[in-house]
């Protein structure tokens, strides 16, 4: 087992962490890992635009359906958690305010607990082997979606 904390910004009512020194939100309710700023993604990254036959888009973001496009980061850490080859949508419309959206679908398996009283973050990994997460990007048709392994 492998505990992972994470102090969360004080200012915020909602958990935001900082990596890469940007604010990322911890979103219990988004289903795919979203950054607003795709130029930070290729130079902090090298990161690589997806080519696919439909504009992407999800639904929420502030609005009803969100058109953007699909980065593949080769790794992407988040502490000791690794996700190699990270699919991460970019919004062509940013509708969040902090540069990245960590959804839950990256910690699925996970346990995670929000500590507001004492501003942290803390994520369980039960098997060390799962600290390497493996988040596959699939389509089909016209749906984007995200499954963890």
Avoid: W
């Avoid at 087992?1 to 004080?10: A, P, Q």
């Amino acid at each position: 087992m492998k505990k992972i904390v994470f102090s969360t910004d004080k200012n915020y009512t909602r958990p935001i962490i900082t990596l890469y020194g940007q604010q990322a939100l911890f979103d219990s309710g988004a289903d795919i890992p979203s950054c607003n700023d795709a130029e930070f993604l290729i130079s902090e990254f090298n990161a690589k635009e997806i080519e696919l036959p439909v504009k992407p888009f999800v639904h929420g973001v502030g609005k009803d359906k969100v058109y953007g496009r699909i980065f593949d980061v080769e790794m992407f850490k988040i502490k000791e958690l690794m996700y190699p080859h990270l699919r991460i949508f970019v919004p062509d419309e940013p509708g969040f305010k902090t540069t990245f959206l960590l959804s839950a679908s990256m910690f699925y398996g996970l346990s995670c607990t929000i500590d507001f009283k004492n501003s942290a973050l803390e994520i369980v990994v039960p098997d060390e082997q799962q600290l390497v997460r493996n988040v596959i990007f699939e389509t089909d048709g016209e749906k984007y979606f995200l499954i963890c392994q």
